[in-house]
């Protein structure tokens, strides 16, 4: 009957909450956010705290319950074994929870500052090791707000930037034109996710820089698109953007966009081969 109860408050809140609408005629099941950002906010802020209390609760029933099983051990020795076991597991267990309520607390600041200091000095000690972490995966490349895309930019003369339209620099799939529709559904593959956490993008600037073939199919898959094709540019640099897609209200004469963006600031600025910067940080991060 509990179970039953809880699954229909979570149906009643869903419907509530997120404005489930069923259209018979149509046959479709329509949604939005009923709540405001004021709200969720408020509403987490009252349950995260807690959350970690049923939490603790939970932990210190089944420690409870090991401790039990045991107790429950025959021979003396194999009783002081298990015991043993018992307590190394649960000392580690406790740890372990305990130093990922900071990574927890971190969706609600008022409670992440509520923590005992004690915690906190437990987490930044062992930080390094990655022991625990906040739940996803490029958690902060998820396009909330706006996708970041870091482009590359050349010149010849280090005045006059191929920055726009087909000239623009793309890692396979970045949005980069805005008349093209995405080539893979979710837009995410693998390499423009990791270059954007290289180090300056130092790898594969200096390659850029050069007539390399394997280099222009990385950049751009239809050599006829890319504007360097014929000679490489003489200086590169980075500019951050964020990236939306268009909507139907957004639309204009002719081809409609499939994406807008937005310039947030430079990532990188402008080298060329023989920079002392370049090389600098090529050094540093041992990749000369």
Known sequence: LLELSTYGLLLYWTVRYFGLELDWDKKLLDSRVAFTYH?????????????????????SWEILAAL?????????????WATLQWAIMATATVGLFAVSLVPFTYIEHESNGKLWPGIHQMFRAVERFQVVNSYGLFRRMTGVGGRPEVILEGSYD????????VSVFGLG??????????????????????????????PGRPRALTPCPAVIRLLQADESRYPFHGRPPTFLRAQLY??????????????????RRQH????????????????SLLSQHGLK
């Open 39 to 59: 709200e969720f906010t408020t509403w987490l802020r009252a349950v995260t705290l807690p959350l970690v209390g049923v939490a603790f609760l939970s932990l």
């Open 68 to 80: 039990y099983r045991c107790v429950c051990v025959r021979g003396c020795f194999w009783k002081l």
């Open 158 to 165: 280090g005045h006059s930037w191929t920055h726009s339209g």
């Open 173 to 202: 799939c970045p949005p980069g034109v805005f008349g093209v529709s995405p080539r893979v559904f979710g837009v995410c593959p693998g390499c423009p996710w990791v270059c954007p956490g290289c180090p300056g993008l130092c």
């Open 242 to 259: 964020k990236y939306w897609f268009t909507t139907p209200s957004e639309g204009s004469p002719g081809p409609a966009p499939w994406w």
């Open 264 to 279: 947030v600031q430079e990532f990188f600025p402008a080298v060329s081969l023989g920079d002392p910067t370049l090389e």
